[in-house]
């Protein structure tokens, strides 16, 4: 994992973006990631230890502020961070032609819905997916379709992988072995990763009860599930 901190910008209206650089000595172009965040408003912190231990196998990623409780559901914020990730990544030193869309809880189901979708534009869509701890049978904030049920009907544009933790009571595993189910049903490329962890864990996190929040642990377990998922996103850009 890399120690540097992010490097805190606006993508629009004063929405931040915390901005994770590959670790010292990397070479090239690096692949890109957007990682959206869960239900809980402007929670790009929470992502922090899984973005830097990416950004330290080589990852250029992008952890978006977004809020599930505007009258949008958050959608325009979704759909604002994956263009401006999309037009500054070459700016940072990332390959827009290896760009990855990724997001965990809340964010995961979103993730797969824009990567999926048919309505989704040639210059936004990802070349790769990663649903990390989600749920995709409800109607997604940014498509408003299910990810599950087109999924099931027509073959995925792009490789999925899809990340869940075993002791998962937030949302259950059963979520993602459904939606594994159907895109092996359609024969799509999907890639599927059990950890044994828990909801906040397969982002490198314990949820605190006090705080109502996820936060960072040094929980040896937990850290090597997270460095599990941070090499699926690896995985997905092509390292």
Same mark, same amino acid.
């Given at each position: 994992?890399? /120690?540097?901190? !992010?490097?805190?910008? /606006?993508? #629009? ?8 650089? !590959?670790?010292?000595? #990397? ?21 922090? !230890? ?6 330290? &196998?080589? &990852? ?7 809020? /599930?409780? $505007?009258?949008?559901?958050? $959608? ?164």
């Amino acid at each position: 994992m890399t /120690s540097a901190q !992010p490097e805190v910008i /606006s993508y #629009a209206d004063g929405r931040l973006m915390d901005v994770h650089r !590959p670790a010292a000595g #990397a070479t090239g172009p690096a692949p890109v990631v957007l990682l959206w965040h869960g239900r809980g408003p402007d929670e790009r912190d929470v992502l922090r !230890p899984i973005a830097r231990e990416a950004a330290g &196998l080589g &990852l250029l990623v992008f952890v978006p502020d977004w809020r /599930s409780d $505007r009258p949008d559901g958050g $959608r325009a914020e979704l759909l604002a961070s994956l263009a401006h990730a999309r037009r500054t990544a070459a700016g940072y030193g990332g390959d827009p032609e290896r760009f990855v869309l990724a997001g965990w809880s809340l964010g995961g189901r979103e993730a797969i819905a824009v990567a999926t979708h048919p309505d989704t534009p040639a210059d936004l869509r990802p070349v790769a997916a990663v649903g990390i701890s989600s749920s995709y049978a409800r109607p997604a904030i940014t498509t408003g379709d299910a990810p599950l049920d087109l999924l099931a009907d027509h073959p995925s544009p792009v490789p999925l992988w899809l990340v869940h933790g075993t002791e998962d009571d937030v949302l259950g595993i059963e979520h993602t072995q459904q939606l594994s189910a159907a895109l092996t049903k359609q024969m799509s490329p999907v890639r599927v990763l059990e950890l044994a962890t828990d909801h906040a864990g397969v982002v490198m996190t314990g949820y605190d009860a006090e705080a109502n929040r996820c936060l960072p642990t040094t929980a040896e377990a937990v850290l090597r599930a997270g460095r599990r998922t941070a090499a699926a996103l690896a995985e997905a850009a092509g390292l």
